[in-house]
């Protein structure tokens, strides 16, 4: 900034202006130049003949307050001095934020040579650059640096003055971390500004300026962590360094800042590890943070989910007790909302259901004492299970070489006449569906409308097909007592294999029932 700026007021036409006047034309410049660029402090333009102009900002401080003891409202404020005829002659004006003149006070005790400072004499004969070593302003007796230029003119030279206060504020706001430590040296080993704020100056011990305020040396400086720098990676220029101090690890660096037509600086800087890594360490406690309450969360719905699970699971339980005490009275309520569930309740309610009827249907052929009733019973109870359009049962002769028509059903009604239809031969050559499903081992037949009428013809007139559920009925020593057979319509009911196991239980019962009837009419 402070190059920029002395660049562009070298070829401005207050160089030239040869009176207060003309060098108050270009005011407005000035200030925008200052306004512009918030680490100058002031701006001026010393000649060749010795007159000199300056624009500072008005800062409300003690010093500056005894110096010129502005007035109200002042913002800017113009330092002249001029020599005219010989004579010197010096003005104050102060200025409001608008540039509205307030005062124009005219002192005589004011004398200042620009020619003899060290910015003047470095930049007076050459176009370059030039910034000084820090040193003392005499306006605000505070530290800080020159950079000048000659004008293009050649008649004078333009400066501008940055403080040592606004290097620390800008690099305190450029600190890596809010701990970070930094101190800014001249080539010399001086500290121009570091964390702690601008120096400290001190009296110079020298002979030759004994009394002299000048900015302290780096060995002077108290800091546990630049100390560390200074005696043990002070010639690691350009790199970067760990370091243990102050129970943490530092990150340190120096850094070499060229200085336009003057020597360069040495930025030292360390931060702490810890501060460094604290957007990551705050990020993985964030995610930590949520993770946590995502677990919690999961939890809960998992805890939500099991209970839902484990109510109708527990009622199920009481149903599967009730199921083993034989306790069928009441049918199986379980309120859930989890499909598996769900399907087991409804499972466990048709198992319910067959079990009950098996044992109702089981209770009922074994109570009943007929032998011919009870083989109405078996024909019709099979029938109403298998949802059957016809059934007849067939029993067996002792030697088991026929089998004789004991009980037909079709329909509504039971076949009476029964004595005229003809025995089935339980020999290889009989192809009577029945005789060739007990022969193959086999249960189930689907029968052609033509097939039906060649050997049910005495119990179906109609033409249609039907599947034939043959159920063989043993005693206990496996000899046959006689076959169930049983007419079934497709369309009305599908053997399901559960259909198909309960009925061959079913039909073993009735085996067991026949052959006591049939050893107590023996009797």
Known sequence: ???????????????????????????????TALRSHSSLTSIYIGYANGDFILLRPWQNEALLRARFNPPAKTAWIVQSFEIIAGKSLGHYLFYDQDLKLIEKRRKDDYQFDARVRPWYAAAENDVAVHSTQPYVFFSTQKVGVTVSQSATSQHSVVGVDVSLDKMTEILSKAKGTPDSRFVLLTAEGLLMASHQGAPLLMKSRAKSGAGVLMLPHIDDFDGEIMRVVREQYADKLGQVFAFPAAKDIWEGTIESIPVVGGAPLQLWMASPHAEMLAPALELRNKSLLISAALLLIGMSVALWLARMASRPLAQLNVEAQRIARFEFNEPIQVDARITEVVQLSNSMGQMKDTIERFLVLSHALASETNFKRLLVRIVSEMREVTNAQGGVIYLANAHMTHLEIAEAQFGELPLTDLASIPELELNAENSHPVVELLRNQEQVRVLSSQQIRESFDYLITDSESYSLLSLPLKNKNGDLLGVLALLIDDFELKLSPELMSFVQALSGTAAVALNTQRLVEEQ
């Open 1 to 31: 900034d402070a190059q920029i700026n002395v660049e562009l007021l070298a070829d401005q036409p207050i160089t030239r202006a040869t009176s207060l006047d003309a060098r108050l034309a270009s005011l407005n410049y000035l200030v």
